[in-house]
């Protein structure tokens, strides 16, 4: 199975802030990665895909970059509506994986 | 508009079925791969179980395997997921997704249904 390492687990940060979220595959993924965003008592939403395809409807602050077993989601300017914990997850070979997720709050 | 509603969730005690529904509207359903995706309360996701587009192709994670059945019904632009011989490890809130196109993560989910297997 492929393994996803995610850091941090928790990172707090002020709005306005430029943010990076980490992703590492234990083999490589090629760019067979995405990422979702899922708030308290909601369903995950797709951010990115493909590892820097941006989602429809998704804010452009939001971007991926990465090829093969590091990845990265980077937020440009932290919003409030932001809090939320984001997964990374790898769909290049069965059993489908996720990372633990990366918990991020504001200052 | 893209809905998934989950459905059939519930308590059952151990070694004991049930059946969850996924039912979904505002795409061609039979277009498209779905999946069940759970997550333990507090904890992070967890694939499960996915299907492709006619039902020909199931794939499991190897906790379930023998005891969870994946299927649809295109007909009723429904999917399904038998749940046989629960444990009390199978607790969790199970999601329905869809498959993005060219099979790039999961683009839309339903909202969730919660399993407790407990005496």
């Known amino acids: 199975d492929i393994q996803m390492t995610q850091s941090p687990s928790l990172l707090s940060a002020s709005v306005g802030d430029r943010v990076t979220l980490s992703c590492k595959a234990s083999?490589?993924?090629?760019?067979?990665l995405a990422w979702y965003q899922q708030k308290l008592g909601e369903a995950p939403k797709l951010l990115i895909y493909?590892?820097?395809s941006l989602q429809t409807g998704i804010p452009s602050r939001f971007s991926g970059s990465g090829y093969g077993t590091d990845f990265t989601l980077t937020i440009s300017s932290l919003q409030p509506e932001d809090v939320a914990t984001y997964f990374c997850?790898?769909?290049?070979?069965?059993?489908?994986?996720f990372g633990s997720g990366t918990k991020l709050e504001i200052k | 508009e893209v809905q998934l509603v989950e459905s059939g969730g519930g308590l059952v005690q151990p070694g004991r079925s049930l059946k969850l529904s996924c039912a979904a509207s505002?795409?061609?359903?039979?277009?498209?791969?779905m999946a069940w995706v759970c997550q333990a309360p507090t904890k992070g996701l967890e694939w499960v179980a996915s299907?492709?587009?006619?039902?020909?192709?199931?794939y499991y994670r190897d906790s379930v395997k023998g005891r969870f059945t994946i299927s649809r019904d295109n007909a009723k632009n429904t999917l399904y997921l038998q749940m046989d011989s629960l444990r009390s490890e199978d607790t969790a809130t199970y999601y329905c997704?869809?498959?993005?196109?060219?099979?790039?993560?999961?683009?839309?989910w339903g909202q969730g249904v919660m399993v407790t297997v407990s005496s």
């Open positions: 997704a869809r498959r993005k196109g060219g099979g790039a993560g999961f683009d839309y």
């Open positions: 505002g795409f061609t359903f039979s277009n498209y791969g």
């Open positions: 299907i492709s587009t006619g039902g020909g192709n199931t």
């Open positions: 083999q490589s993924i090629y760019s067979s």
């Open positions: 493909s590892a820097n």
């Open positions: 997850h790898q769909y290049y070979s069965w059993p489908l994986t």
